[in-house]
Nanobody, 125 residues
Framework: VQLQASGGGLVQAGGSLRLSCVAS????????MGWFRQAPGKEREFVAA????????DYADSVKGRFTVSRDIAKNTVYLQMNSLKPEDTAVYSC???????????????????WGQGTQVTVSS
C-alpha cells in the first residue's frame, strides 16, 4: 500500500482545510486509516482515524468537534476535514495505514505500518 497525502496550506485561524490521502494498492475493510501530525520540536501525535470498511472513527480530544475523518471507497481516499483551525494545529500532517485487521483504532504511531509523506498545515493567528 502506498499513500499520497495532499491539501495542506496556509490558513488564518478559524479557517478550514481538507486533507486528502489516496491509497494505491489493495485495501481491506479491516484496515484503519489514520492521520497524525508533528509540530516542530514536538512528538508525533494521533489526530484521527477511521476503519476503512465501516467508517467508524476516533479522534484526539484536541480536535473533537472540529475535525472530521471520512473515506471514499470508490476513490480509495481518506479525508481529514479541518474546521475552526487554531494556530496550535500547525504541523506536518501525515496519513498512515494500520493493517493489523483487528477492527480496533490505534492511536499509537507504532501501530501503523505504512506512511505517506507529510503535508504542511500552517495556521496564522
Amino acid at each position: 500500500v502506498q499513500l499520497q497525502a495532499s491539501g495542506g496550506g496556509l490558513v488564518q485561524a478559524g479557517g478550514s482545510l481538507r486533507l486528502s490521502c489516496v491509497a494505491s494498492g489493495r485495501t481491506l475493510s479491516s484496515f484503519v486509516m489514520g492521520w497524525f501530525r508533528q509540530a516542530p520540536g514536538k512528538e508525533r501525535e494521533f489526530v484521527a482515524a477511521c476503519i476503512w470498511g465501516s467508517g467508524r472513527a476516533d479522534y484526539a480530544d484536541s480536535v473533537k468537534g472540529r475535525f472530521t475523518v471520512s473515506r471514499d471507497i470508490a476513490k480509495n481516499t481518506v479525508y481529514l476535514q479541518m474546521n475552526s483551525l487554531k494556530p496550535e494545529d500547525t504541523a506536518v500532517y501525515s496519513c498512515a495505514v494500520d493493517r493489523r485487521g483487528d477492527f480496533t483504532i490505534g492511536t499509537m504511531a507504532a501501530e501503523y505500518d505504512y506512511w505517506g509523506q507529510g503535508t504542511q498545515v500552517t495556521v496564522s493567528s
